[in-house]
């Protein structure tokens, strides 16, 4: 059955419960329409939001995400799916999750019953389990707040075709609108399934044995961190410093970033089996409505983990949705709309405040640079003027790039993308206000949204080192940011008229020395 037959069903006030045959092929897609992302994971056609599922299990990363396969607005939710080998190259696979009698299938989460405590598994094989919201829209057009509940599903055949549990919703409605976005993960210390939700102005965090009976342990947030907006995607798990493990409460919110619209806060603490307390020392800077922030541009939204990446491995991997509630569903873009953040890898490092959540591109994206498509600064190089365009060889269009500069006086240094319709893009470094900046004023189409462009995106510089070090990528319509090493994360994407295919440094304050700048061509991942 279709997605338009369903929207026929809703129509009437009735969900239809759809078979693992019902499902339709992966539609054909050349992924090179206009503004069409080319290293990074896009749905073949249709709407796209959160990622959902991320779990990893015999040599794949599990991809599921919010979907809507007949429009490219959002509609009646799905769970899209694709799989990766290494986080670059991505395989479309037929939809996971379908809505069903008790309503959409809202975001969530997946992990591996590697003890088959749900006794799902078969053949000494552990199955996989989904964990999701269900969104029943007849119940939100009653008028009721008990609308969403938590369900799970269970795959046998390494998440290709999903069973949905006969006694959903394994979680009830406890009487909170917005109650959704379950995050499931493995306590091994307390021996102990957790699962966090997000529930309007606070997380709640549940426990199980056995994945199908959850106990409500305790709340958290009412009274810490931003509340401009609904809390969603949560998302819990530890992270090692020199000092022992730590616990990273993720919480992503709509609206209140820093810059506007949806944005990903975070909370570092303990947990003691059922209550997560607070770190000392971030309190201050989580009082009085304000948050700890992942990103400070305004397009990486709901980001969340993949769960039982191996331990030889020991990454956490996060990867988000590229794009903003505030414009999300208006965007130039027909065939397909939004696309997922890189894969980053999340650590802990300590700073003159405490403890901070530092995100880094993951290595596998070095396997895209092209051989023989890439330039290196011979030597060091002092600016002596307001700009200097180095000779490439190639179109920074699809590009990486490393700068390390030494921190200007009061200047201003700025990588600029341009291209023959004097359209442009720049991203750099204000020393006068020590701030990083994104700013796409010119950067081609923004009548499409008074709130895409309202200014330019800042984010602050959380060190005193006199080199600012800068590692960028861009892909046709996009651009990360990770700066000092990851300590100052910026994401956006803009809307050029023709590709941006040329590139420059400029800088407003004479003599500012570049230290190494590295650039390479990167390849298509499709």
């Known amino acids: 059955m279709s997605a338009k037959a369903i929207i026929t069903y809703l129509s009437l006030g009735i969900l239809p419960i759809l078979s693992a045959e019902a499902q339709q092929a ?70 996971g999750l379908y809505p069903d009698s008790l309503g959409y299938i809202f975001s969530g989460s997946a992990v591996v019953d590697w003890k088959n405590t749900s006794g799902f598994g078969k053949n000494n094989k552990p199955p996989l389990i989904a964990m999701f919201t269900y969104h029943n829209p007849v119940g939100e057009r009653a008028g009721t707040i008990d609308f969403q509940t938590q369900g799970i599903a269970y795959s046998n055949d390494n998440g290709r075709t999903w069973t949905k549990y006969a006694q959903n919703p394994v979680i009830k409605n406890p009487g909170i609108r917005d109650f959704r976005d379950p995050k499931v993960s493995w306590d091994e210390q307390h021996q102990q399934w ?94 009085n409505n304000q948050g700890l922030w992942m990103d400070y541009g305004r397009d990486n939204y709901a980001g969340v983990t993949w769960s039982d990446v191996p331990q030889k491995d020991g990454r956490r991997i996060l990867i988000g949705w590229m794009s903003n509630w505030q414009y999300a569903q208006k965007v130039p873009t027909e065939a397909w709309r939004s696309a997922a953040t890189l894969p980053r890898v999340l650590s802990l490092q300590k700073t003159t405040q405490g403890y901070r959540l530092i995100s880094e591109p993951v290595k596998e994206l070095k396997d895209l640079r092209v051989a023989n498509k890439s330039y290196v600064l011979p030597q060091a190089k002092t600016l002596s003027s307001e700009s200097w365009t180095p000779k490439l060889g190639f179109k920074p269009t699809l590009s990486e790039l490393e700068i390390e500069f030494e921190k200007p006086r009061s200047g201003k240094v700025s990588l600029v993308f341009s291209n023959t319709k004097g359209e442009k893009y720049s991203i750099g470094y204000d020393s006068q206000s020590n701030q990083f900046f994104s700013d796409r004023s010119q950067a081609g189409d923004h009548s499409f949204s008074k709130e895409f462009f309202e200014k330019i995106d800042i984010a602050p510089r959380f060190t005193e080192n006199n080199t600012v070090k800068l590692h960028l990528f861009v892909d046709v319509a996009s651009a990360e940011l990770f700066a000092d090493n990851g300590k100052t994360v910026m994401t956006d994407i803009f809307f050029p008229s023709e590709n941006f295919n040329q590139f420059s440094i400029q800088s407003t304050e004479a003599g500012v020395k570049v230290k190494t700048l590295k650039i390479w061509a990167l390849k298509k991942a499709w």
């Open 26 to 95: 992966v539609p054909d897609t050349k992924y090179d329409e206009p503004h069409r992302l080319q290293y990074h994971f896009s749905p073949p056609k249709g709407w796209m939001n959160d990622p959902n599922g991320m779990v990893y299990y015999q040599g794949e990363y599990h991809l599921f995400y919010q979907h809507y396969p007949d429009k490219n607005v959002w509609g009646p939710m799905h769970w899209g799916h694709a799989i990766s080998k290494n986080l670059t190259h991505w395989k479309n696979l037929p939809i």
């Open 194 to 287: 957790l699962v966090t939700v997000a529930a309007q102005d606070h997380a709640e965090i549940w426990t199980s044995k056995n994945l199908k009976d959850w106990q409500r342990a305790s709340s958290f947030g009412k009274e810490w961190g931003n509340h401009d907006g609904v809390w969603e995607c949560p998302d819990f798990f530890q992270l090692s410093t020199p000092e022992g493990k730590k616990w990273v409460l993720i919480i992503n919110i709509n609206p209140g970033a820093p810059n506007g619209g949806s944005g990903t806060q975070y909370f570092l603490g303990d947990f003691d089996g059922k209550n997560f307390i607070l770190d000392e020392s971030t309190k201050p800077y989580i009082q």
